[in-house]
């Protein structure tokens, strides 16, 4: 077992190990039945939430720290690497389903997308509180964050955002898209968790208009990139 509280515990993509992370700073793995297949230790000492990549196998393994810290091991135990991600405690790391990105979630009031060199991609930035809850759409068109500021926003995977919800008394801790991508469920500290109907968000017709509103800006400025409309709609 681990010596300090366990704060975070995901299953891998097979269903057969079981991940957790500890305070004590680390990272042990284990079967269903229990049995202890390996741990891990890091270079930082609180260890804050994990998470398999989604590859059958589970074959990287994330980890975030209280300290501001990723790192990535193997499914084996073996160092992969490690980044400075933010300047206090990440509360949530997620893949995207392709494997590709890893978003961190802070109490520095942001969500940072990273590829697995630790290259920073995006920041998602507009809450005034701390970010518990995140998630990847299963189509990889959305990210969704939770924060302590009673809000959840919506964003495109290029980091536009599409929607702010609100709705709440108390703080939000925790959120899921669900398979099909119609609903986001959520949970608040006022004891009510809320099913949210995102079937019907028109990402592209946002995006759309928000390029269009862009190009007028673009032909007024000639400094500006003109490009960016062309990337934000891959």
């Known amino acids: 077992m681990h010596s300090s509280s366990i704060i975070s515990v995901t299953f891998s993509p097979n269903n057969n190990t079981i991940l957790s992370a500890s305070v004590d700073g680390t990272v042990k793995l284990w079967g269903r039945e229990g049995e202890l297949f390996n741990t891990v230790k890091g270079k930082f000492t609180k260890t804050s939430s994990v998470s398999f990549s989604p ?12 300290h501001g810290i990723v790192q990535l091991w193997n499914n084996d ?37 990273w590829n697995l060199h630790g290259i920073p991609l995006k920041l998602l930035k507009g809450h005034t509180a701390g970010i518990w809850g995140l998630d990847f759409s299963p189509d ?44 986001l469920a959520t949970a608040s500290s006022d004891k009510t968790a809320i099913l949210w109907n995102i079937e019907n968000l028109n990402l ?25 409309c062309d990337e934000i709609k891959k």
């Open 204 to 228: 592209d017709g946002f995006i759309a208009s928000g390029c269009n509103w862009l190009s007028n800006y673009l032909n007024n400025n000639r400094n500006a990139p003109t490009d960016i």
């Open 55 to 66: 590859d059958v196998d589970g074959k990287i393994i994330a980890a975030g720290s209280l």
């Open 77 to 113: 135990g073996n160092p992969l690497g490690n980044w400075d991600a933010h300047n206090t405690s990440i509360y949530n790391i997620r893949f995207s389903p392709n494997r590709q990105i890893i978003a961190t979630a802070s109490e520095d009031n942001t969500v940072k997308l």
């Open 140 to 183: 990889e068109r959305m990210i969704a964050n939770a924060s302590h500021d009673g809000t959840v926003k919506i964003w495109s995977n290029q980091g536009v955002l599409i929607i702010t919800t609100k709705g709440y008394l108390g703080i939000v801790n925790s959120l899921r898209f669900d398979p099909n991508r119609k609903i």
